[in-house]
Each structure stands twice: as C-alpha cells, then as structure tokens.
C-alpha cells in the first residue's frame, strides 16, 4: 500500500492529446502530489508558463524526461546532443525539478561497435557533469530494456549504471532511475539496487503485459503483468530510496484511449495494491 | 569469411510451407552441410523418417530446436514438461543430434516471483541430466532476450546460463547455446563467453534490424542490422569454439514470404561479408 503522498504520475501516461494545462488540472483535482513532465510537451507550452502552472497547483516535481542520445559516433553531432542535454538541465532547473532523465542513445549502423558507442557515451557524460553541478540538478542515468538497445540506450542494465557511476565519481550530480518496466527481468538486479544505494534519484513503475505487442508504447498499469512491482519497491525502499513512486505508462493501444479521469483513478486504486 | 564448411541453416529460417523433405532438398542443392532442425515439423514429417532423409542427403545436425518450458509453479505441470524434454532428447539421439535447444520457460501470472521460476528451472534441469547423459545428447541452454522473459524464458544472459552451469556440475550433459541476437546488447557478453568456453555448443546468428516491428519474429538477415556479428564469432572462436554457424531467423515479415532458394543463396553470400 503506498502512502498517497508518494504518488507521482509521469505526464506521458496520460493521451498525448491532452495539454499541459488540462494534465495540471487532472493531477490537482485528483490531489496527485507529484510529476514527471514530459519535456516536448512541457516546451510546446513554455518552460516559465508551465513552471508557473505546477507551483500555482501545488504540484511537485519529480522529473523532467528526457535528455541524452549522445552516442553518436560523428564529433559535431555528439556535441550537439550534449548541448541539448545543458539546455535541459536549464530547463530543469527553472522547473525546480530534481533531475533530468538521461537516456543514452543507442547504436549506430555507421559503427556497430556497441563497447565504443558506451564509452563515447560515458565520455560525454563527464563533460555534463560541471553543467549539472552548476545548476543543481542531478542527470538521472535510466537504464533502459535491451530490447531498445538499438534505438534508444546502449545503457541497458543497472550494473552499467552503476559502472558508470563509479567511474565518474560525481555522486552529487549524477544518479540512476530505476524502471521497473526496464530491469524487472535482470537476474542481478537485486545486487545492483543494493549496490546502487544513495544513487537511486527515481523509481519508475508500470508493469510487463505477458502479450505485450510493442516493443515501447505497450506498458502495463500496474497488477496487470506479471512483474512483482512490490518486491522492486522493497528492494529500492531497503536501498535507502524514501522518494515518491512515479508511474509511467506508454501505452497506445489502451490506456491512451481511455477517459483521462478513469486512468488516473485507476492508478490510484492500484497503488493501494499493486505497488 | 566463413568457411562454407562451418555453415549451417536452422529449419526455421525458411518459410513455415516448406515441409521438412523440401527444405533437406534445398540444403543438398546448395551445398548447405548442416542444419538445426525445428521440432514441430520433425515430429510432423516423423522422427524416424526425418533421421533417414537428413542422413540419405548427407546433412550433418548441430540442433534440436527445442524442448524445455519447465518453469511452470504447478508441481504436475512441470514434471509433464521435463518428460516432454526426455522425449526430445530421445528423439536427438535417434536424428543424431549432438544438442537439444533449452529453452527454459516464462514467468507464470500464478507466481510473480522470478527468482523461485528460475530457481524451479535449476531444479529440474538438475533432474534432466541423468536422462541427457544416458543418451549422449547435450542439453543446450539458450539464453533468450529479455523482451521474451515473460513468456519463453527466464534464463536470460550468458553469465545466467554459466551460473547455472557452475551449479549442475555436468559439463558433459550441459552446454550452453549462444545466439547472436538474444546477447548481443550485454555488457557483460565478453567476459561471459570466455567463462563459458568449452560450454559452448551451438552458436546461432541472425541480426538485430534498427525498426524492429515484432517481440519474435522479425529478426534481421546478417548484415541488415546493427550487430557486430563478426566480433561475436571471433569471441567465441577466442572461447573455443569450432563448431558450424548457425544462421537462424524467425522473419514473418520478410525473409518467410520469400523463395527459398533466394533465402539459402543471400544466407550463402552474407557468411562470406557479415560473419
């Protein structure tokens, strides 16, 4: 059963169609404490308006999502992905949200040497720290599934994370978001929260569809998979992690097309028992 | 460049039409000297004939593709899935098989925790062993990506499988099956290759396409994606490893609409570029 307070719903969760304002509203009327906010959308309303928006309503935030995809193997095009990613840690920091979820990039058919495109990415990750640390916002290094390696994230487990961390020794500007959604099938995964500890600055949950139909936008609520979502809490909760829960769902075949009131009441119905 | 001699193409590969007498004929007239066999279609053809046409034409097996599912929390369930595996061991020694594909099993709605699923798939393939060695056939374990945790496996690394391995003390009954798209995103694939060694008994490739459209069935042709297949090759040559290169590719959307003999001629020339 999770505390109500420690609820956070991620705005992607919700049908892309609805705007920054009417997602606000939802959350307050719901009396949803906390959100991730989705930067595109956050951008197509305006970074100061939609800051103004979540203080007005009283809204805390837990993330900004997402920045990264510097794993190119062309020097300009890296950098510039690296610049976005100072522009986002800004843009965070204006929200007064905790952190900007890092998303690595995934591999390139120009070089499908996976090791070099990790370590380019590690590379640039120590060129954003100083960023960070100067607007005080922490990169949440996300680990995503495997199945996105190629697209998306050469990061794909929490060990990596967890490597990462300790190479660039910069604790107090770079953190990992654990996904439930992400690592639930790591057979090291236990170990790695644990080893994870402090660094843990996230805790994403929905749930593994056992007919899941594709390979990103067909997430679960959580209690409708077969992921055990409260024995990762516990793990994450034993690590030391005393942040809110936040539930992102992609989903387009059904939560998308729901009634945006009827997604949020079912989240809250099943935070007092899935989670 | 692969040596001809070294190539073998698994059943599955080809279009699910093709009956088995068909697809013994295409090898033959390609020169093709090996091949895994797909059960389904072997029992459906009948094991005994299949072992005669196989032997007629001079192709040598490097599979059995697969039994396995033991994973089931249901006591009656599992055990009627390890007689299951029995009978195919059987039926590899009758087709002179030197491996059964292992493929361990899903993640039951009955039972979320995966630790205990994988703990019961350690069980029972610790009761499989005496029945592999008596009839000299391997029990190949095959990591599968995790996007198919759910539903086909839970054994999903390399350094999985060698824990495993380490636990059954049964070299001789147990090896380990290394496909190319299952591990290819690991960051841990190096090390646990060369740990895996002479455990290595089967070596599947297929390729890893950037646009991805299906959890299954749409693996790529060597070369059309973003797999560094030749350095996997060359880390398991560096392991050990002598055996055939089995190309396998489950494509519903390309490669099994097409002729056969197109599918057999680009596999023939892709080992000579991409392998």
Redesign the interface.
């Known amino acids: 059963m999770l505390d109500p307070q420690r609820l956070s719903i991620h705005q992607v969760t919700l049908p892309p169609s609805l705007a920054t304002p009417a997602f606000v509203e939802l959350l307050a009327r719901h009396r949803v404490p906390a959100t991730s906010l989705w930067r595109e959308k956050t951008r197509a309303h305006g970074v100061a308006a939609t800051a103004r928006l979540v203080a007005d309503h009283g809204i805390a935030l837990t993330g900004y999502c997402f920045a990264g995809l510097i794993a190119s193997p062309d020097p300009s095009e890296a950098a510039a992905a690296r610049d976005d990613v100072r522009r986002a840690l800004d843009e965070a920091a204006q929200l007064r949200a905790p952190c900007v979820v890092f998303v690595a990039g ?4 120009r070089d ?4 070099a495109a ?1 370590a380019r990415v590690l590379d640039g990750l120590a060129e954003l720290v100083p960023h960070a640390r100067a607007v005080g916002v922490r990169l949440a290094l996300e680990p995503l ?3 996105i ?3 998306r994230s ?1 990061l ?2 929490v ?2 994370a967890n ?1 990462w961390c300790d190479r660039l020794g910069a604790e107090d500007a770079v953190g990992i978001a654990v996904d439930t959604y992400a690592v ?5 995964i ?1 170990r790695e929260i644990a080893r994870a500890g402090a660094r843990i600055c996230s805790f994403h949950v929905s749930d ?3 007919d ?2 594709d ?1 990103r936008l067909d997430r679960g609520m959580p209690g409708d ?4 979502l409260a ?1 990762l809490r516990r793990q994450v909760e034993e690590a030391g992690y005393r942040g809110h829960v936040e539930v992102e769902i992609f989903s387009q075949r059904n939560w998308w097309q729901r009634d945006p009131d009827e997604v949020v009441r079912t989240i809250a119905e099943r935070a007092q028992v899935a989670l």
């Not at 499908?112 to 090791?115: H, N, S, V």
């Open positions: 995934g591999v390139d058919a499908r040497d996976i090791a990790r599934h495997p199945m390696c190629a697209t050469v794909s487990t060990k990596l490597d639930w099938w790591d057979p090291e236990g593994w569809l056992a899941t139909q390979l998979g077969v992921i055990d024995g």
